[in-house]
């Protein structure tokens, strides 16, 4: 089986629509793929309604979450088959979509400010539908040839974290979206925790933390974890007791990354279903 747990589509930062990524995943040779929208779950009834037979669905979304403190830190979460009515953690996930335009704006103002002539009204129209984000924004700072790729614009020249036009969103607390996870039937993965390209490395004690509070894994195999660094969570995870997930983080056109570059062993991906209790995994019926 080749299973990849990590995409997006056109409901958050992708450009595939969810449709479209479901077909693009079988015709990719995938047995199983999950659609994880940054913080929302609007493109799973698309999805599941396109699924091509022998393609299975996993549900789930990236939340975005940050530690705050002397020791804080950015992570997001990767949550799988959660029941997404349940409502408080619809309620927190709601809370930070509704940050999200305030923040873009933001950003614009503060590249303008830098003398990047990027408008919101051509940030909004990349954004279509979607959850609008710093992909949207680099994507126009692409246009303009300020940047070479929607990567280059997430360092601390431009968008990455601590940036010069970085802007803090509203972001879950870690623990609880842990706990609110959990609640709502589902299981947790830290996505890319030691990307330091992104600025968001976590440390091994914090996972450790995490783990502490119910931590289902970690993503170990990422287009942003070289080998060494992949060797070394997966020493980390097998300590703690973590799943070790892999996948290719997808965002159609606007990321270099292939769907099934990275996937996950079929004896993980049995547990996370067996572990979930909010929802399951969805067989194509030849949509």
């Known amino acids: 089986m080749r299973i990849d747990l990590h995409?997006?589509?056109?409901?958050?930062?992708?450009?595939?629509?969810?449709?479209?990524?479901?077909?693009?995943?079988?015709?990719?040779?995938?047995?199983?793929?999950?659609?994880?929208?940054?913080?929302?779950?609007?493109?799973?009834?698309?999805?599941?309604?396109?699924?091509?037979?022998?393609?299975?669905?996993?549900?789930?979304?990236?939340?975005?979450?940050?530690?705050?403190?002397?020791?804080?830190?950015?992570?997001?979460?990767?949550?799988?088959?959660?029941?997404?009515?349940?409502?408080?953690?619809?309620?927190e996930r709601e809370l930070v979509r509704d940050d999200r335009v305030p923040r873009a704006r933001a950003m614009v103002v503060r590249l303008n400010e830098l003398g990047v002539p990027v408008t919101w009204e051509r940030v909004a129209e990349i954004a279509g539908d979607g959850a609008v984000g710093r992909p949207h924004v680099a994507t126009a700072m692409v246009e303009l040839g300020v940047v070479d790729?929607?990567?280059?614009?997430?360092?601390?020249e431009w968008l990455g974290g601590h940036g010069r036009a970085f802007v803090e969103k509203h972001e879950?607390?870690?623990?609880?979206?842990?706990?609110?996870?959990?609640?709502?039937g589902g299981v947790t993965v830290l996505a890319h925790p030691l990307a330091l390209q992104r600025g968001n490395c976590v440390s091994e004690s914090a996972i450790a933390e995490l783990a502490s509070a119910g931590l289902d894994g970690v993503e170990v195999d990422h287009m942003d974890h070289d080998a060494a660094t992949r060797a070394r969570l997966r020493g980390l995870a097998a300590e703690l007791g973590l799943l070790t997930t892999g996948s290719s983080d997808y965002h159609g056109s606007r990321k270099t990354c292939r769907l099934g570059e990275f996937t996950t062993d079929p004896e993980i991906y049995g547990e996370i279903t067996r572990r979930a209790t909010g929802a399951f995994p969805v067989p194509g019926a030849g949509g």
């Open 149 to 156: 790729s929607v990567s280059d614009a997430f360092t601390s």
């Open 172 to 184: 879950l607390d870690p623990y609880e979206a842990i706990r609110l996870v959990k609640a709502a």
């Open 7 to 91: 995409t997006h589509s056109t409901a958050s930062d992708g450009t595939d629509t969810p449709a479209e990524l479901v077909r693009n995943a079988a015709a990719a040779g995938l047995d199983v793929v999950a659609l994880t929208d940054h913080d929302g779950v609007g493109g799973h009834a698309e999805a599941i309604a396109a699924l091509p037979e022998g393609l299975t669905l996993v549900t789930g979304a990236e939340l975005s979450c940050r530690r705050n403190g002397p020791n804080g830190f950015s992570v997001h979460m990767l949550a799988y088959l959660f029941d997404p009515l349940e409502p408080e953690l619809a309620r």
